[in-house]
């Protein structure tokens, strides 16, 4: 159990609609980084959160977005999903130093299907 | 831009040893990492090493590094069937930034 919880783990919804996805991370980590996995694309990093600032962003979606509160959960906003969006969201969170290169623990994912 | 390649699948004989290959173009690495992720969960961290490193051991695992070619190895002792998944690769940059290989799934023949 690396400590990093993401709800719900499944989901299933249309095209159109509008998804939260939702990350607690461990107990005192002050990052927390939004991962999308594809067969296709493989892992690829969406943003990162640190202590509720963003901090940086990768392949993220315009229709994405994500913010981190005041305590500490992150959640994942997709709207106007489209078939192509179905696929596991991750969230890793590590430990409080930033910059110090800390390994990242990750959570069970949340699988997303578009029907 | 950056990238992490592997090597999409590897199969290995119960009790033989696995060796996942890793290739990276960038240049400012700090840390790489190894991850694992087995059917239905999330990634696992396995072991990690610093780019100033050319060896770790961590009982049955091996990472090796070779700096001047860009190239992580993972090497798995007596692999056993528990050891089937998929194994990422991962480099960290100076700006704290990690960019993921796409994996290498490890099938374990009896």
């Known amino acids: 159990d690396s400590g990093v919880t993401q709800t719900p783990k499944h989901l299933i919804t249309a095209t159109g609609q509008r998804v939260t996805l939702r990350c607690s991370p461990r107990s005192g980590d002050l990052s927390v980084y939004w991962y999308q996995q594809s067969l296709d694309q493989g892992l690829q990093f969406l943003i990162q959160?640190?202590?509720?600032?963003?901090?940086a962003k990768g392949n993220i979606l315009e229709r994405f977005s994500a913010q981190q509160f005041p305590d500490l959960h992150s959640e994942l906003n997709l709207s106007s999903l489209e078939l192509g969006d179905s696929a596991l969201y991750f969230c890793?969170?590590?430990?409080?130093?930033?910059?110090?290169?800390?390994?990242?623990?990750f959570g069970d994912g949340t699988r997303l299907s578009i029907l | 831009g950056e990238d992490v390649e592997q090597s999409l699948f590897l199969s290995v004989r119960e009790g033989d040893s696995s060796v996942i290959n890793c290739t990276y173009t960038?240049?400012?690495?700090?840390?790489l990492y190894w991850y694992k992720q087995e059917p239905g969960a999330g990634l696992q961290l396995l072991t990690y090493i610093f780019s100033n490193m050319d060896m770790k051991q961590d009982q049955r695992l091996t990472v090796l590094l070779n700096k001047k070619d860009k190239h992580l190895s993972l090497r798995i002792a007596d692999t056993q069937t528990g050891d089937s998944a998929i194994y990422f690769c991962a480099d960290m940059n100076r700006d704290d930034k990690i960019i993921f290989g796409k994996g290498t799934r490890l099938h374990i023949l009896p």
């Open positions: 960038d240049s400012s690495s700090t840390y």
């Open positions: 890793a969170s590590t430990e409080p130093f930033q910059g110090s290169n800390q390994p990242q623990h």
């Open positions: 959160y640190y202590n509720g600032e963003e901090r």
